[in-house]
């Protein structure tokens, strides 16, 4: 081969590493909140996700979609869906890991936090499969609103052994959950579903209808909503009878979406489906509206990992490619966007642990309203800032990060979806805005966070109480004229979000990332990478985001 065809001056695979040591911020957010006995557990995974082995499994998910097969040989309806095998791998090593459902049978407070730094561990090689692990862990607090319903199927899912064989509940001894709410015609307004339950006999009812999305339609159990007799309910549906017949679940199309390839999204109708009601007639919303917000959450916790995982490529390109004679993370300019872009995915990360650390203290008021107003606030903003952040890394690569081979496509192309998934970025505003108005307790949550921020050093706190003072400003303009509220709600959810992170930085990360944070999120406009102002320790930021060389 020709001298031409040496390879000089291009980064080494970013593998054969700790994923969750390598990340200062996550570790430092699991010293907060998390336990020491998971430690050992999240270094074990963390040398899993960064393995070259991994990553090839990633890669052959997304690359080999899932595959529907409506009938067998001999025309039988089946309605199964063919994973690759690395799917199984994925799903086996985060089940294995207990992130499907682990801290509900622990109790431990910690445990959820734990299973967060997993999450957002494991989720940097492949984000696709943690869509079932994500429902089954939203599931288990659903399923308690009627233990004589939920406590059989409680007992499965949290057993940590993957097994994606089709089988009756009585010889699985394991299994997993999915949710299946949205249909054509209402999207997010659940209540314009038109599937109806029909009863059917000791507690159980026969659905028929059309849902739109339902992902991961190879799990064992789903939790639907459709119309009762006494309104809109919640029902525990099962793909397998318990007698070994299959529940009429027919998968109509798998979806073919931008992103999330690995992961199989159907349409699905029901024909006399049997399901089991979950608490009350006509109170389906507030039996699932549980699971919404574990969902939710696993939704920033997603976005965050993404982040990660997109800074992480970044700065280790740069700390290995040379241009003009000097380091690329050396290079002034594109020092700024590298920190600019650590200092984003850092917030992003204390934030989504803080609110996990919320659920391990169910009985704390405080800890129970912050994560109430904090979930859409994070959800909104968080999710939202991802595809600017996947973006802007992507180009730090140049054209390699175009090409698939860098990993970074896939990166953006599941980048949109979090702000999507368990309602966008308006949902996510108007409940904020139900929260403004009825529940004073959880404004009162926030604010004290912002007082928590309050011995910091004059600058930021300066600029914290400037922006806290513009919050209060848009909270006087909408309870003088409630008409202005829904043009607000946005503007709200996105001040208040940053402001939070910037309290938990101020509190939690080093000067040179709070300062940095606080300069820019909080100081009027902010939209572009890389605009950091002079006199700020860059180098020690982009340090602290680059993974060990």
Excluded at 174 to 198: W, Y
Excluded at 285 to 301: G, H, S
Excluded at 370 to 394: D, N, Q, S, Y
Excluded at 504 to 523: E, G, H, K, M
Aim: with cysteine; aromatic share 6%; net charge negative.
């Amino acid at each position: 081969m020709a001298h031409t065809h040496e390879v000089t001056n291009q980064a080494p695979p970013l593998e054969d590493y700790d994923v969750f040591a390598a990340d200062a911020a996550l570790v430092e957010a699991f010293t907060r909140y998390g336990l020491d006995d998971d430690r050992p557990s999240l270094h074990a995974l963390g040398r899993t996700a960064g393995s070259a082995e991994a990553q090839q499994w990633a890669r052959d998910a997304d690359t080999h979609s899932p595959v529907l097969h409506t009938h067998d040989r001999y025309g039988h309806r089946v309605d199964e869906v063919e994973f690759h095998p690395s799917w199984h791998r994925l799903m086996d090593t985060a089940v294995g890991h207990g992130l499907h459902a682990y801290p509900w049978c622990r109790g431990t407070a910690g445990s959820h936090a734990g299973r967060a730094a997993g999450f957002l561990t494991w989720s940097q090689v492949e984000a696709a499969h943690l869509c079932p692990i994500s429902m089954t862990y939203a599931a288990v607090p659903a399923l308690r609103i009627d233990p004589a319903v939920g406590a059989e199927w409680e007992r499965r899912l949290v057993v940590p052994d993957y097994d994606p064989a089709l089988r009756s509940g009585r010889t699985k001894p394991s299994a997993l959950a999915g949710m299946a709410m949205t249909e054509k015609q209402g999207g997010s307004d659940v209540r314009a579903n038109t599937t109806r339950a029909a009863p059917a006999g000791d507690g159980w009812y026969e659905l028929t209808g059309h849902k739109w999305f339902c992902s991961a339609p190879m799990n064992d159990v789903f939790l639907m909503l459709a119309q009762a007799p006494g309104g809109l309910s919640c029902f525990v549906v099962p793909r397998i009878l318990d007698h070994g017949a299959r529940n009429p679940f027919a998968i109509q199309r798998l979806k073919n979406k931008l992103g999330n390839r690995a992961n199989a999204s159907a349409e699905i109708e029901l024909d006399g489906t049997r399901g089991e009601l979950l608490g009350e007639e006509g109170r389906g919303v507030a039996t699932i509206i549980e699971m919404v917000a574990a969902t939710r959450l696993d939704c920033v916790l997603g976005s965050a990992s993404l982040m990660r995982r997109a800074v992480a490529e970044a700065t280790w390109h740069a700390a290995h490619r040379t241009a003009f004679g000097t380091k690329l993370d050396d290079a002034p300019l594109m020092q700024s966007v590298l920190a600019d872009l650590a200092v984003e995915s850092e917030a992003a990360t204390a934030l989504a642990m803080r609110l996990a650390s919320c659920v391990d203290h169910p009985d704390d008021p405080h800890e129970r309203a912050l994560r109430r107003i904090g979930l859409p606030l994070a959800k909104f903003w968080v999710c939202k800032r991802t595809p600017h952040v996947v973006a802007e890394a992507l180009e730090c690569l140049g054209g390699n990060g175009y090409v698939e081979d860098s990993g970074m496509p896939r990166l953006y192309r599941e980048a949109p979806l979090n702000s999507i998934w368990e309602g966008a970025g308006n949902i996510q505003a108007l409940d904020l805005l139900r929260v403004l108005v009825r529940e004073s307790e959880a404004i009162e949550a926030w604010r004290a966070e912002m007082d928590a921020a309050a011995d910091a050093g004059p600058a930021s706190s300066g600029l914290v109480r400037n922006a806290v003072a513009e919050v209060d400003e848009l909270l006087r303009e909408t309870a003088a004229d409630p008409s202005t509220a829904a043009r607000h709600g946005r503007s709200l959810a996105a001040r208040m979000a940053t402001l939070l992170q910037a309290s938990l930085l101020i509190r939690y990360a080093p000067p040179a990332v709070s300062d940095a944070y606080c300069a820019t999120r909080l100081a009027g406009a902010y939209g572009v990478f890389g605009l950091l102002p002079t006199g700020l320790d860059t180098r020690a930021v982009v340090d602290r985001a680059t993974p060990p060389r």
